[in-house]
């Protein structure tokens, strides 16, 4: 069965580090690949999305993630994290065939001041 | 307002009570999805539907009952609330399922608590 892995769960850092959060998927067929960002007590909305064309996506507020198919990964970064960047960043993926999303289990992105 | 609504926002239930999550788009968008977000497992997909009157089971579909009569609504029901249905329930929609524009939006989420 398909998955989509999400190695850190817990992710601590200061401000201005830089960020790199790792997303890996089972799936061989072709791929959509989706981050979606859930700041506090709010709901899920996209950070950036991998239909087609150039592996390297830029999104929303300075993020981007980068598509390596030899390694099924699709590792969203940033170069210098925010206070305001404090949220869970969920890696989703759909495959040619499936009904919907297959989300990651989230990683917890905590920046300190 | 435009976008996707949930409600309740909050909800505290009993054992063995029905319970309905209300879910509204005003995009048309044809597909609308359930997902229930728990801690360790992200979200997992519930029910599904492609289009008024065709649903479909998702990852997680026992106990849980969906409609979808008109295009813009699609409530949750669980029929018999189980203390391990406590969860934050998500309602999304998008204007497709595969390709471009298939990104799913999110409504703000209904917090379900069985006690």
Known sequence: AQS?????????????????????????????LFWYVQYPGQHLQLLLKYFSGDPLVKGIKGFEAEFIKSKFSFNLRKPSVQWSDTAEYFCA???TGRRALTFGSGTRLQVQP | DAGITQSPRYKITETGRQV??????????????????????????????????????????????VSRSKTENFPLTLESATRSQTSVYFCASSERLAGS???????????????
């Open chain 1, 93 to 95: 993926v759909f495959a």
């Open chain 2, 101 to 115: 524009y298939n990104e799913q939006f999110f409504g703000p989420g209904t917090r379900l608590t069985v006690l």
């Open chain 1, 4 to 32: 989509v892995s999400q190695h850190n769960h817990h992710v601590i850092l200061s401000e201005a580090a830089s960020l790199e959060l790792g997303c890996n998927y089972s799936y061989g067929g072709t791929v959509n």
């Open chain 2, 20 to 65: 309905t999550l209300m879910c509204h788009q005003t995009w048309s968008h044809s597909y609308m999805f359930w997902y229930r977000q728990d801690l360790g497992h992200g979200l997992r997909l519930i029910y599904y539907s492609a289009a008024a009157d065709i649903t479909d089971k998702g990852e997680v579909p026992d106990g849980y009952v």
